[in-house]
C-alpha cells in the first residue's frame, strides 16, 4: 500500500510540474493589502503623484510580505502530512479505477498517454488543493 501512496504522490508531481502550477497558500491578500494602503495614504498626501509613489513602495512591501508564499505543487505536494496524503491518494485511485500498474514509471506513462484521465486526475488534484489546502492556484507563464 505504502509503494501505491508513493505512486499516486510522485504521479501528482509529475502533473503539477506538467503544468507548471503555483500555489500560494494564505498571504495574497496582505500584499494586495499593503499595495493599496500606501497608494491610498500617498494619494492623501501628495495627491496623485502620491499614489504613485505610495503605490510603488506599497508594491515592494507587498512582495517582500509575499515572498516565499508562492511554491510550486509538486513542492506542497511532497510537505503535505500523512492524512493529506492518504485523502489525495484516495481521489485520485477513485478515478483511476481498476487500472493496475507495476511502478510509478508505468504508472505516469498510462497516465500522460491518457488525455481524458490526465486532465481528470488534474482536475482532482487542483481540487484537492484549493478545498483541503485552500490554497490559490496559478500557472507560472
Known amino acids: 500500500m505504502y509503494h501505491r501512496l508513493e505512486d499516486i504522490m510522485k504521479l501528482s508531481c509529475e502533473l503539477s510540474a506538467d503544468k507548471q502550477i503555483q ?34 513602495i ?9 515572498s516565499g508564499e508562492f511554491k510550486p505543487l509538486p513542492q506542497v505536494i511532497m510537505e503535505l502530512s500523512s492524512h493529506q496524503q492518504q ?4 481521489d485520485l ?8 500498474w507495476t ?16 486532465q481528470q486526475l488534474t482536475a482532482a488534484l487542483l481540487g484537492f488543493v484549493t478545498k483541503e489546502l485552500q490554497a490559490k492556484v496559478h500557472y507560472v507563464d
Open 23 to 56: 500555489t500560494t497558500v494564505k498571504g495574497s491578500a496582505k500584499g494586495a493589502a499593503a499595495a493599496g494602503s500606501l497608494a491610498f495614504a500617498g494619494g492623501l498626501v501628495g495627491g496623485p503623484l502620491g499614489i504613485a509613489v505610495g503605490g510603488a
Open 58 to 66: 506599497g508594491g515592494l512591501l507587498g512582495c517582500w510580505l509575499t
Open 87 to 90: 485523502k489525495l491518494y484516495e
Open 93 to 100: 485511485v477513485a478515478i483511476l479505477g481498476d487500472i493496475q
Open 103 to 118: 511502478d510509478v514509471a508505468q504508472l505516469t506513462t498510462l497516465v500522460l498517454s491518457n488525455s481524458t484521465l490526465k
